[in-house]
């Protein structure tokens, strides 16, 4: 339960407040172990999923065998509310579980049908959803300027750029394959692109993170 008050789709209402909510839209809780889909490419979309614990990676697959990696989604946000308020009878991506999760699905009924008395935590969960959509729309936007340059080395200085903390470091909440799908080259490629970065001095790369050694000299590769 502390998981599912603790994210966004719940902010400002309380722990009464969500049992109600989850009782009325009749959400259930279920369990994906790695590796499995929760939903998949030409499903007919009619929940919305809140990650409570693990991982989940939202992806393309091609009938080539190439996976093209949207985004990662983890535990207290929300997956599949693209579909929610528009016309698309299926859907168009995957959601796969990367690590044994834990997910809370909602019927999207809910959302459309208030009850007669109205109830003013039904209306805040609604305008998390709106909120939730308007930033996830921000991310897309990003993700799409990020893969819009005409080089690896220009898609690597805004995604680090972007992602970095106040100490020019971007803690790596994927792995370079992960990565690689993100940015939409070769691993290979985003390997050697990231030792040249580092032999340059612009980065240190290191396991879990990488550090900015010259944030200005970065920022220049694609101003």
């Known amino acids: 339960m502390a998981n599912i008050e603790s994210s966004k789709l719940f902010h400002s209402i309380t722990e009464k407040e969500t049992e109600r909510i989850l009782k009325c839209s009749k959400s259930i809780m279920k369990k994906y172990p790695a590796g499995t889909y929760i939903f998949e490419q030409g499903g007919m979309p009619s929940r919305l999923f809140l990650l409570l614990e693990g991982e989940v990676q939202i992806c393309k697959d091609f009938t080539s065998g190439k996976r093209d990696v949207l985004y990662l989604v983890e535990a ?14 299926h859907y168009w991506y995957d959601a796969v579980a990367v690590t044994d ?28 959803m709106l909120e939730i959509l308007s930033e996830n729309n921000f991310n897309i936007t990003r ?24 100490e020019c470091v971007v803690k790596l909440n994927m792995n370079r394959e992960q990565l690689a799908d993100f940015l939409g080259v070769a691993r290979p490629s985003l390997s050697r692109e990231l030792m040249r970065m580092q032999k340059d001095g612009l980065i240190e790369v290191d396991r879990r993170k990488i550090r900015i050694c010259d944030k200005d000299a970065v920022e220049m590769l694609y101003g």
């Open 76 to 89: 207290g946000n929300v997956f599949g509310e693209i579909f929610l308020f528009g016309d698309r009878k």
């Open 143 to 166: 993700k799409l300027h990020i893969v819009s340059t005409s080089s690896l080395r220009e898609r690597l200085a805004i995604w680090l750029i972007d992602s970095m903390d106040e």
């Open 101 to 128: 999760v834990s997910v809370m699905e909602m019927p999207w009924d809910f959302f459309y049908h208030f009850c007669s008395n109205a109830c003013d935590h039904h209306k805040q969960l609604t305008q998390n």
